[in-house]
């Protein structure tokens, strides 16, 4: 059989390998994508969540903590929760979002930030900002990218 003959049905088939070469490229990568974004919001709420308690605890044990003693608050923000190796700026706001303390971190965007109320005897009294770069989960995206194309490329080819 001569390598330049074409199948009938070859015409009508080859978008259809075309469609799936390309969602075998990018879909990974999006479902990548969505997934770590997701599992990394889901994580900061936990570690936020478990920050604002226990500020909510010193504001209910001394209430003058609150307006006295932001070095106070400043410890409970620089303590670590997680092994992660990503940064995060963590910052404390007033009931009129006026900054009571924050440790500094400088973070490479882009970044993600997720805010948790403060309770002061079950009134909202301010809220925790805490805000992590997601350049890793970019450049492992990359890496997934490349793998991806190979796929679908290898699929196209087949």
């Avoid at 997680?82 to 979002?97: I, V």
Wanted: hydrophobic letters at 45%; charged letters at 20%.
């Amino acid at each position: 059989m001569n390598s330049n003959s074409k199948f009938s049905w070859e015409s009508t088939v080859r978008p259809l390998i075309l469609f799936v070469a390309i969602l075998c490229t990018f879909a990974p990568l999006v479902l990548y994508l969505l997934f770590s974004l997701a599992e990394q919001k889901i994580n900061m709420r936990a570690e936020a969540e478990i920050f604002a308690n226990t500020i909510t605890d010193e504001i209910n044990k001394n209430p003058e903590y609150w307006q006295y003693e932001d070095m106070r608050f400043s410890a409970i923000l620089r303590h670590r929760l997680h092994d992660g190796n990503f940064l995060e700026h963590r910052e404390l706001f007033d009931s009129q979002s006026n900054l009571v303390s924050e440790n500094n971190n400088a973070l490479p965007r882009p970044l993600i930030s997720i805010e948790v109320p403060v309770f002061e005897a079950g009134v909202p009294v301010g809220f925790l900002k805490i805000t992590r770069s997601i350049r890793s989960i970019l450049k492992t995206s990359v890496l997934v990218f490349f793998a991806c194309s190979f796929c679908g490329a290898l699929v196209f080819w087949i």
